[in-house]
């Protein structure tokens, strides 16, 4: 069972910016590299919400709240997926994690943003 490792999350005052990395290393190459990708969060007492996905062509799509601030991309050979967060806000303060676009990959442990005022 493929399971993604998220890291790179951290505290940030708002404005600032953080990336954060996935790997899916027990994904076959083949395999990863024919998913649609996405970063979800949940933030404190929220569910679970995609914020952006990428196509294996890596064509992009983000949810309203992070459009123009936030950019997904891929790194096929090494099976990994990033999230550039630039001008955050504390809204965005959550959990992050990487799937599946349809999430049939179990859940990592998540990487922890925190956007302080």
């Known amino acids: 069972q493929v399971q993604p490792v998220e890291s790179g999350g951290g505290l940030v005052q708002a404005g600032g910016s953080l990336r954060v990395s996935c790997k899916a290393s027990?994904?076959?190459?083949?395999?990863?590299?024919?998913?649609?990708m996405g970063w979800y969060r949940q933030a404190p007492g929220k569910q679970r919400a995609l914020v952006a996905t990428?196509?294996?062509?890596?064509?992009?799509n983000y949810a309203d709240t992070v459009k123009g601030r936030f950019t997904i991309s891929r790194d096929n050979a090494n099976k990994k997926v990033y999230l550039q967060m630039n001008n955050l806000k504390p809204e965005d303060t959550a959990i992050y994690y990487c799937n599946t676009d349809t999430q049939e990959w179990s859940w990592g442990q998540g990487a922890q943003v925190t956007v302080a005022s």
């Open positions: 990428i196509t294996r062509l890596s064509n992009t």
């Open positions: 027990r994904a076959i190459t083949s395999v990863f590299n024919s998913k649609t």
